[in-house]
């Protein structure tokens, strides 16, 4: 079993963030080549996927806050810097994913339909995505590491315990 140091987490949720981005990135960018009949119509109500795609979307969003948050909570419960990193990798992948889908629902949706509305939609969640990449930065404030744990996550190349 491969140990876990501070270096490969970090490594490891970085490669985590960009395949999950990646993966609707390239989508979107081939269904734009390929897509026949392509336009555009912001004014389409009498659609119902004009309203569903977006709040799907933005409940996807809020509810991956929601439950990013509870997790952060029991995180800080933890005692161990390995328990609370261990943690963070699993709830940063939930966050991730529930971001992820709603992009490739507008992307598919936007294939089938051709209406570039929805191409939008999609570029703007994966521009959300992106913008949740996981930083040393972020990783420390999230979960509020004391000065020993700090420490810690400091010795990149430290087995942790």
């Known amino acids: 079993m491969t140990k876990l140091t501070p270096r490969i987490f970090?490594?490891?949720?970085?490669t985590l963030h960009l395949a999950?981005?990646?993966?609707?990135?390239f989508f979107a960018v081939v269904t734009y080549f390929i897509a026949p009949d392509q336009y555009f119509d912001y004014m389409k109500t009498d659609d119902i996927l004009f309203f569903v795609v977006p709040i799907i979307g933005i409940t996807a969003i809020v509810i991956s806050a929601f439950l990013f948050a509870k997790?952060?909570?029991e995180l800080l419960k933890k005692e161990t810097l390995k328990e609370k990193l261990v943690g963070y990798q699993g709830a940063?992948?939930?966050k991730?994913?529930?971001?992820?889908?709603p992009a490739l629902l507008a992307i598919v949706i936007f294939f089938k339909f051709g209406n570039l509305f929805y191409l939008i939609i999609a570029v703007l969640f994966i521009v959300y995505l992106i913008l949740q990449r996981p930083t040393k930065a972020k990783i420390e404030q999230d979960l509020q590491l004391d000065f020993e744990q700090l420490n810690e996550y400091n010795q990149l190349?430290?087995?942790?315990e």
Do not use: F, V
């Open 10 to 14: 970090n490594k490891t949720l970085r």
């Open 20 to 25: 999950l981005t990646a993966g609707p990135s």
């Open 71 to 73: 997790q952060k909570r």
């Open 92 to 94: 940063s992948i939930i």
């Open 96 to 101: 991730y994913g529930l971001i992820e889908g």
């Open 157 to 160: 190349d430290k087995e942790l």
